[in-house]
């Protein structure tokens, strides 16, 4: 998955979450709403950031492992609000 379509994937559910929220009346509803709105833009920021380090460091073999490991995580994160929202509508 290319860069550009992380960032646009990220801020898609973004907007989406966020709009659920200022739409909702039902405090537990809004607050599920924004908690996945901040997970998606948090994952926006780092995907963001570790490009850039990965820009920087593109020939340094100790950051590249360090990048590798930032990537492994991001996608554990991603893996894991699968997870939860599988949990969630009972599909798991």
Do not use: G
Not at 50 to 77: D, F, G, H, R
Not at 81 to 89: F, G, H, K, P, R
Request: glycine fraction near 0%; charge should be positive.
């Amino acid at each position: 998955m290319t860069l550009d379509s992380q960032l646009e994937l990220c801020a898609e559910h973004y907007k989406k979450w966020k709009a659920a929220a200022l739409e909702s009346k039902d405090p537990q509803e809004i607050r599920k709403a924004l908690d996945k709105a901040f997970f998606w833009i948090e994952l926006h920021s780092a995907f963001i950031a570790l490009n850039a380090v990965e820009q920087l460091n593109s020939k340094n073999p100790y950051a590249k492992n360090k990048i590798l490991i930032a990537k492994t995580t991001l996608s554990k994160k991603l893996a894991d609000y699968a997870s939860e929202i599988l949990n969630e509508i009972n599909l798991s």
